[in-house]
């Protein structure tokens, strides 16, 4: 499975690079969130290469949601995708946009590839496996080595969004006695976490499951965790709840480490 997601990560990336180069306009969701070109082609990549190695499995994609098709998941395995995880920072130039694609088993995340083709690098992961690809400027692996968290240090490092922090990370940081932040954009909050430069990532802010599924997956087969605040489990495949919208993710913590829990320092 990881070598379809390979494949169609790498294929997608090259497609959204064409798009940075090459010019494009910017338009707005009903969310208010920008969407371009870039978005599109990359899913429609992505789409073509599931439904041919996956016909039977299911895909939840971030713009065919927002089109309007959401297939049936209950009970069953499915693909999560986000074609352009950070497209403000695709817009303003900046390198940290990813293309994320994930598979969901009994509501956790199973495979995943994160690929930020600014970057030239991917990380993958599936089943205690964790990889960093290094991708080269034709958009083929030239590199590949293991990743695994590090152990928790006494001075620990988190992350937080870069756009969409909160004050609640504050009071996280000094609860846990963390002095050390970096913000960052984009689902590569948890690939850092997953090679070992961070210890800690917690959200307090509105996510979908489509933005945290694949670097959830690459976190968690690089022994990593992703728990809600009541220290169990993120899960993925949310849907007829009351109290949010289908796909919604609550506040969150992940974890380097072997940390499962919110631990004070």
């Known amino acids: 499975m990881l070598r379809t997601f390979e494949k169609a990560a790498l294929e997608a990336g090259r497609a959204i690079i064409t798009v940075l180069r090459e010019g494009f306009p910017v338009a707005m969701k009903a969310d ?8 599109e082609e990359a899913e429609r990549i992505i789409l ?5 190695d996956y016909p039977e499995i299911p895909v939840v994609a971030e713009e065919s949601v927002a089109a309007g098709s959401v297939p049936d998941i209950s009970g ?6 986000d074609p352009l995880d950070g497209t403000r920072e695709f817009v303003d130039g900046r390198q940290e946009f990813t293309v994320n694609i994930a598979y969901i088993e009994n509501g956790a995340p199973v495979a995943g590839i994160v690929y930020a083709p600014a970057l030239g690098l991917a990380f993958s992961g599936e089943r205690g496996h964790a990889e960093r690809l290094v991708v080269t400027e034709d958009f083929t692996v030239g590199a590949r080595s293991a990743i695994t968290v590090r152990e928790q240090p006494a001075d620990r490092l988190a992350l937080a969004s870069l756009r969409h922090n909160s004050p609640e990370t504050g009071t996280f940081l000094a609860d846990h006695a963390i002095s050390k932040c970096t913000n960052i954009g984009s689902s590569l909050k948890f690939c850092l976490l997953a090679e070992g430069k961070a210890d800690v990532y917690p959200r307090f802010t509105r996510t979908m499951e489509w933005d945290t599924a694949a670097g959830d997956a690459v976190l968690r087969a690089a022994g990593g965790s992703t728990v809600t605040l009541d220290g169990a489990p993120l899960t993925y495949g949310k849907t007829g709840t009351a109290a949010d919208f289908d796909f919604a993710n609550p506040n969150f913590i992940s974890w380097g480490g072997r940390k499962r829990v919110l631990e004070p320092a």
Do not use: K
């Not at 073509?48 to 041919?52: E, K, M, P, T, V």
């Open 32 to 39: 208010a969130s920008p969407v371009t070109v870039a978005d």
């Open 48 to 52: 073509a290469h599931l439904a041919r």
């Open 76 to 81: 069953r395995g499915f693909f999560l995708v």
